[in-house]
């Protein structure tokens, strides 16, 4: 069955370091996502990808945030300069659609750290 | 804006037994889609059943069924003959129907399961 790769499966990060967390969504999919999730809360959404530019993004999706698709198979959030509150799992996820009529695929997560 | 209310923090359940999460939500939509996942201690993020609101018939998958009720906005998951395999976080989910752009999944805060022996 075709998976969401998510890259690397743990990440230790100073603070006020750039950080790159690196997907590669199924390959016949268009639509990507982002999810965050602190530690012990809910998964909360991020940022939606479409056609080579973002659909749309929270309120945490701020300026130290941004996304890329910079071939036909890598999926990336960049964190500009991480801050102790970005730790959490962040979630890559890809869909066929927008909508959840053929799936709606998540990838295992990258665990980051900040110090 | 939606939002989803899981009021079960935690739960437990003997094996075999049958258990039921609740969920409830709140939109001015009335096209959407509603979802059970499941995140075993591995924290991958799994479907466990998917539920259109213009359909009145609940969804079943397996031993996973659940109970939804549109008026009430309640979208509750019954777990039959639990195992132990089940053990894990639940969050309850929500989507609006859109065409053409991407949609987003707004979560519930979750209910964490233990199936016992």
């Known amino acids: 069955e075709p998976e969401v790769t998510q890259t690397p499966s743990h990440q230790v990060t100073q603070m006020g370091q750039e950080v790159i967390l690196r997907c590669v969504p199924i390959?016949?999919?268009?639509?990507f996502y982002w999810y965050r999730q602190i530690l012990g809360q809910k998964v909360e959404f991020l940022v939606s990808?479409?056609?080579?530019?973002?659909?749309?993004k929270s309120e945490i999706f701020d300026d130290q945030f941004s996304v890329e698709r910079p071939d036909g198979s890598n999926f990336t959030l960049k964190i500009r300069s991480t801050k102790l509150e970005d730790s959490a799992m962040y979630f890559c996820a890809s869909s066929p659609d927008g909508t959840y009529n053929y799936g709606y695929t998540f990838g295992s997560g990258t665990r980051l750290t900040v110090v | 804006a939606q939002t989803v209310t899981q009021s079960q923090p935690e739960m437990s359940v003997q094996e075999a037994e049958t258990v039921t999460l609740s969920c409830t939500y709140d939109t001015s939509e009335n096209n959407y889609y509603l979802f059970w996942y499941k995140q075993p201690p591995s924290r991958q993020m799994i479907l466990v059943i998917r539920q259109e609101a213009y359909k009145q018939q609940n969804a079943t998958e397996n031993r996973f069924s659940v109970n939804f009720q549109k008026a009430a906005k309640s979208f509750s998951l019954k777990i039959s003959d639990s195992q132990l395999g089940d053990t894990a976080m639940y969050f309850c989910?929500?989507?609006?129907?859109?065409?053409?752009?991407?949609?987003?999944?707004?979560f519930g805060t979750g209910t964490r399961l233990q199936v016992t022996l």
């Open positions: 989910a929500f989507m609006k129907h859109l065409t053409g752009t991407a949609s987003k999944l707004t």
């Open positions: 990808f479409y056609n080579n530019e973002i659909s749309e």
């Open positions: 390959s016949n999919h268009l639509y």
